[in-house]
């Protein structure tokens, strides 16, 4: 079965950190772009990062910039998304997905992959 499966949610307060984590199983990672996206109650969902197979070339949304760090190891078939300084505005589900290629991943195209999601809770 061909899933990828993320961990690391819960209830932070504002200013607290964060680390997902995001495991494919049926599949190895390192023939994608791996990235993550959001979805807040009411607001449309937002593309969050993305990584280059070799992990070197990434991206990040103006939200996120300075504050989330993606990563990945594809010897374990994870990737990461290590979120500092969290505001309440990043409470969402967060979705790892993985992509055909890194252009598609930026604009928010199609997954090849999804995930179920995590929930993020960012609330004093």
């Known amino acids: 079965q061909l899933q990828l499966v993320e961990s690391g949610g819960g209830l932070v307060q504002p200013g607290g950190s964060l680390r997902l984590s995001c495991v494919a199983s049926g599949f190895t990672l390192n023939a994608y772009i791996m990235g993550w996206r959001r979805q807040a109650p009411g607001k449309e969902g937002e593309g969050v990062s993305c990584?280059?197979?070799?992990?070197?070339?990434?991206n990040y949304a103006d939200s996120v910039k300075g504050r989330f760090t993606i990563s990945r190891d594809n010897a374990r078939n994870t990737v990461y998304l290590q979120m500092n300084s969290l505001k309440s505005e990043d409470t969402a589900i967060y979705y790892c997905?993985?992509?055909?290629?890194?252009?598609?991943?930026?604009?928010?195209?199609?997954?090849?992959?999804w995930g179920q999601g995590t929930q993020v809770t960012v609330s004093s």
């Open positions: 997905a993985a992509f055909m290629n890194f252009g598609r991943c930026v604009s928010g195209g199609s997954p090849a992959y």
């Open positions: 990584v280059s197979v070799g992990g070197s070339n990434t």
